[in-house]
């Protein structure tokens, strides 16, 4: 069986909520894991939108070797973990704006990207959608 298909094509037939006001926020990933250590930040915008858009903000220099190394999209995997899965979800329909990015060359890698933009998409979920009972 194609799981992914599967779930992929359930996802596609989900219809989007909606993405209501622009929101910044950053995420960060510091974690050791073994004889290494992750880093990377990303700070993003998410607005609304008729459809999935993505903006570049970063300075062109930077956007390259965001790039060239994989980050990019691995930041986009990230929003999408969150948009697509989390309980309030799936939004599919929002404009998303990395504005900022921090990264070294020993430690920063594509999941620490990811996990960096989950960390800022939950951040702009619970702003956008308030758990009353807190």
Same mark, same amino acid.
């Given at each position: 069986?194609?799981y992914?298909? &599967?779930?992929?094509?359930? !996802?596609?037939?989900?219809? @989007?909520?909606?993405?209501?006001? $622009?929101?910044? $926020?950053? %995420?960060?990933?510091?974690? *050791?894991? %073994?004889p290494?250590?992750?880093?990377? @930040?990303?700070?993003i /915008?998410? $607005?609304? @939108?008729?459809?999935? #858009? #993505?903006e570049?903000? +970063? /300075?062109q220099n #930077?956007?390259q070797?965001?790039?060239d190394? %994989?980050w990019?999209?691995y =930041?986009?995997? %990230?929003?999408?973990?969150?948009? +697509?899965? *989390?309980?309030?979800?799936?939004? &599919?329909?929002?404009? !998303?704006?990395?504005l900022? #990015?921090?990264?070294?060359? =020993?430690? $920063?890698n594509?999941?620490?990207?990811? +996990?960096a933009?989950?960390?800022?998409? +939950?951040?702009a =979920?619970? =702003? *956008?959608?308030?758990?009353? @009972?807190?």
């Amino acid at each position: 069986m194609e799981y992914f298909d &599967k779930w992929c094509a359930n !996802l596609k037939e989900k219809t @989007s909520r909606a993405w209501e006001i $622009s929101i910044t $926020s950053k %995420g960060e990933c510091r974690r *050791h894991t %073994g004889p290494s250590i992750w880093y990377a @930040s990303a700070m993003i /915008e998410i $607005s609304p @939108s008729e459809t999935f #858009v #993505v903006e570049d903000s +970063l /300075e062109q220099n #930077v956007l390259q070797i965001v790039k060239d190394r %994989g980050w990019y999209d691995y =930041i986009i995997f %990230g929003v999408f973990d969150v948009m +697509l899965t *989390h309980p309030t979800t799936p939004i &599919k329909n929002f404009k !998303l704006r990395i504005l900022e #990015v921090d990264f070294n060359d =020993i430690e $920063s890698n594509q999941m620490a990207f990811r +996990l960096a933009a989950r960390k800022a998409t +939950l951040q702009a =979920i619970e =702003i *956008h959608f308030p758990n009353p @009972s807190k």
